[in-house]
T-cell receptor, first 112, second 120 residues
C-alpha cells in the first residue's frame, strides 16, 4: 500500500528565504505526482504536476523535482513571500485511473 | 471553465437530519472523487467514480453515507441520518484520466472549494 510522508509538518522562515519542502513515497511505481497548496478554509489548488517520465516542473518561483528510484520529490520555493504561507500537500497516483494518495502536508509560515 | 463547483458551501444541521452535498465536475472530466478533511484525520478518500460508475467506496465510513453520479456533470453525497462526528469539510474533485474516454489526459486533479458541514 502506497504511503506518502511529508517532512517537516510545519516550517517557519523569514521573508526572502529560499526553501525546500520534502515528500517521500514508499512505492516508486507511480504514474504521476502532484503538489497542492491549501489556504485556511479553502480548497486545494494544484501547483505542479509531474508525470512519471519527467524529472521536474517549474512554475514561476516554484520548482518541483521527482526522483522515482528513491521515492522522493521536493518543492523548491524561491524568494519566499508572506503570501506563500499555506499548507502544501504532496500526492501520488499509482495508475492513470486510480485516486491520489496524499501526504499530511507541510504548514508553511513566511514571516515578514 | 468555472472549475469544480460544490454546494452548499456551509451547512449547519441537527443530529438525525439528512444532508445532501452536491458537486459539478469540470466539463470533460471522466473521474470524480469525494474526500473528507478533518484536523484529526487529514484528507480521506470516501468514494470515486470513473465514467459515472462507482469504482471504490471502501472509504465510506458507514451505511449512513451514500453517493451517486447520475450523469457526467453531477454527483451527490448524502448522509442520512447525520451525526456530530460527521462534521468536517467535504471536497469534491475531478480529473481527466488516461485510459478512459474523453478530454485531455494529464490526470491532473482539481478540487472544489468544499462544503463545510457542522452537525449539532
Amino acid at each position: 500500500k502506497q504511503e506518502v510522508t511529508q517532512i517537516p509538518a510545519a516550517l517557519s522562515v523569514p521573508e526572502g528565504e529560499n526553501l525546500v519542502l520534502n515528500c517521500s513515497f514508499t512505492d516508486s511505481a507511480i504514474y504521476n505526482l502532484q503538489w497542492f497548496r491549501q489556504d485556511p478554509g479553502k480548497g486545494l489548488t494544484s501547483l505542479l504536476l509531474i508525470q512519471s517520465s519527467q524529472r521536474e516542473q517549474t512554475s514561476g518561483r516554484l520548482n518541483a523535482s521527482l526522483d522515482k528510484s528513491s521515492g522522493r520529490s521536493t518543492l523548491y520555493i524561491a524568494a519566499s513571500q508572506p503570501g506563500d504561507s499555506a499548507t502544501y500537500l504532496c500526492a501520488v497516483r499509482q495508475r492513470g485511473n486510480t485516486p491520489l494518495v496524499f501526504g499530511k502536508g507541510t504548514r508553511l509560515s513566511v514571516i515578514a | 471553465d468555472a472549475g469544480v463547483i460544490q454546494s452548499p458551501r456551509h451547512e449547519v444541521t441537527e443530529m438525525g437530519q439528512e444532508v445532501t452535498l452536491r458537486c459539478k465536475p469540470i466539463s470533460g472530466h471522466n473521474s470524480l472523487f469525494w474526500y473528507r478533511q478533518t484536523m484529526m484525520r487529514g484528507l480521506e478518500l470516501l468514494i470515486y467514480f470513473n465514467n459515472n460508475v462507482p469504482i471504490d467506496d471502501s472509504g465510506m465510513p458507514e451505511d449512513r453515507f451514500s453517493a451517486k453520479m447520475p450523469n457526467a456533470s453531477f454527483s451527490t453525497l448524502k448522509i442520512q441520518p447525520s451525526e456530530p462526528r460527521d462534521s468536517a469539510v467535504y471536497f469534491c474533485a475531478s480529473s481527466s484520466n488516461p485510459g478512459l474516454a474523453g478530454g485531455p489526459r494529464t490526470g491532473e486533479l482539481f478540487f472544489g472549494e468544499g462544503s463545510r458541514l457542522t452537525v449539532l
